[in-house]
T-cell receptor
Framework: SQQGEEDPQALSIQEGENATMNCSYK?????LQWYRQNSGRGLVHLIL?????REKHSGRLRVTLDTSKKSSSLLITASRAADTASYFC?????????FGAGTQVVVTP | DTAVSQTPKYLVTQMGNDKSIKCEQN?????MYWYKQDSKKFLKIMFS???????INETVPNRFSPKSPDKAHLNLHINSLELGDSAVYFC?????????????FGSGTRLTVV
C-alpha cells in the first residue's frame, strides 16, 4: 500500500501544548500533504511539502519530511481547542493519492 | 460561495434503492474526485475525472457510476444500494491533477442504507 500511515492513532493534549504526529509511507513520492478534518466536516488542506523539501512552516504548523526514512511529521505549536480534529497525510505517488486512518487530536481547555 | 458543494448532506434510504449524490465546484479546477470514508475513517479514492474524462476508476462495484456533464460537476449514482454502502462520501477537486496542488473537499454526504 502506498498510503500515508499516521501515528499515533490518537493524541490528547491541553491547550497551549504542542502536538506532534508522524506519518510513514512505503514508496517514493512526489509530495506529501497534511489535511485536517473536523468532526462531521470535509477535509481541509493544511500544507504541502515536496519531495525535495525538508521543512515547511505555515503559521503554527511545522512539517518535516525525511525521504530517506519515508516519514513526515506535523507539529502544531501552542494548540487551541479549535485544533481538535483528525489529521491525515495522503501521499501523491505518480497518480495514486491514498489516505490513512488519520491521527485524532483532542485539545482540552 | 462554497467552493465544493455536494448534496444532499444526509441520505437515508432502503436497501435496493437507487440514489444520486451531486457535486459542484466553482473553483475552475480541472480534476474532480469521489472518495469514500468508512467508519474507521479510512478515505479511499473511488473515481477521478479530468475535464469530464474518467482517469481513475478504483475497484468499485459497477453499481457505482460517476457522471461528469461538465468539468464543474461530478455526480455519483448508486444502483441497488447495499448495507455496506453506508459511509460518508466526499467530493473533491484540484487544479494540477492528481491533487498535486492540494485538494479542496466538499463537506461530505453521509449515506445510511437501512
Amino acid at each position: 500500500s502506498q498510503q500515508g500511515e499516521e501515528d499515533p492513532q490518537a493524541l490528547s493534549i491541553q491547550e497551549g501544548e504542542n502536538a506532534t504526529m508522524n506519518c510513514s509511507y512505503k514508496t517514493s513520492i512526489n509530495n506529501l500533504q497534511w489535511y485536517r478534518q473536523n468532526s462531521g466536516r470535509g477535509l481541509v488542506h493544511l500544507i504541502l511539502i515536496r519531495s525535495n523539501e525538508r521543512e515547511k512552516h505555515s503559521g503554527r504548523l511545522r512539517v518535516t519530511l525525511d525521504t530517506s526514512k519515508k516519514s513526515s511529521s506535523l507539529l502544531i505549536t501552542a494548540s487551541r481547542a479549535a485544533d481538535t480534529a483528525s489529521y491525515f497525510c495522503p501521499t501523491d505517488s505518480w497518480g495514486k493519492f491514498q489516505f490513512g486512518a488519520g491521527t485524532q487530536v483532542v485539545v482540552t481547555p | 460561495d462554497t467552493a465544493v458543494s455536494q448534496t444532499p448532506k444526509y441520505l437515508v434510504t432502503q436497501m435496493g434503492n437507487d440514489k444520486s449524490i451531486k457535486c459542484e465546484q466553482n473553483l475552475g479546477h480541472d480534476t474532480m474526485y469521489w472518495y469514500k470514508q468508512d467508519s474507521k475513517k479510512f478515505l479511499k479514492i473511488m473515481f477521478s475525472y479530468n475535464n469530464k474524462e474518467l482517469i481513475i476508476n478504483e475497484t468499485v462495484p459497477n453499481r457505482f457510476s460517476p457522471k461528469s456533464p461538465d468539468k464543474a460537476h461530478l455526480n455519483l449514482h448508486i444502483n441497488s444500494l447495499e448495507l455496506g454502502d453506508s459511509a460518508v462520501y466526499f467530493c473533491a477537486s484540484s487544479q494540477l491533477g492528481q491533487g498535486a496542488g492540494g485538494y479542496t473537499f466538499g463537506s461530505g454526504t453521509r449515506l445510511t442504507v437501512v
